[in-house]
């Protein structure tokens, strides 16, 4: 079995049906020729088309300790192929978006 640090952002592919999963080996999302990693927390990722160019973007909270925030990576790739542009702070009145944990 091949492990995946919970630090690192992977993309797996669900290659069974929902009733019976099973993957295929997770790849490493890279910004570049770099993972998408952080030294410690949390990660929580979601995909949605951000900023409507049609091409699906990754959504990172990322949690340590009692706070967490939220990054964003535009896709400036394909939905087959992407390619993730360095990380953005979500913010709500010019603020960084700051999340309470737990
Ligand atoms: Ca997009």
């Not at 797996?12 to 570049?32: D, H, I, M, R, Y």
């Not at 929580?44 to 964003?72: R, S, T, Y």
């Amino acid at each position: 079995m091949q492990k995946i640090s919970c630090a690192a952002m992977a993309a797996c592919a669900l290659v069974a049906s929902a009733a019976e999963p099973s993957f295929k080996t997770g790849v490493k999302l890279n910004v570049g020729d770099k993972p998408i990693a952080y030294e410690v927390g949390h990660l929580v990722p979601a995909v949605a088309d951000w900023n409507g160019d049609g091409k699906k973007d990754l959504i990172v909270g990322h949690f340590m300790g009692k706070d967490g925030n939220v990054k964003l990576f535009i896709n400036s790739g394909t939905d087959a192929a992407p390619v993730f542009e360095k990380e953005q702070s979500l913010m709500a009145d010019n603020k960084p978006i700051r999340l309470d944990a737990g």
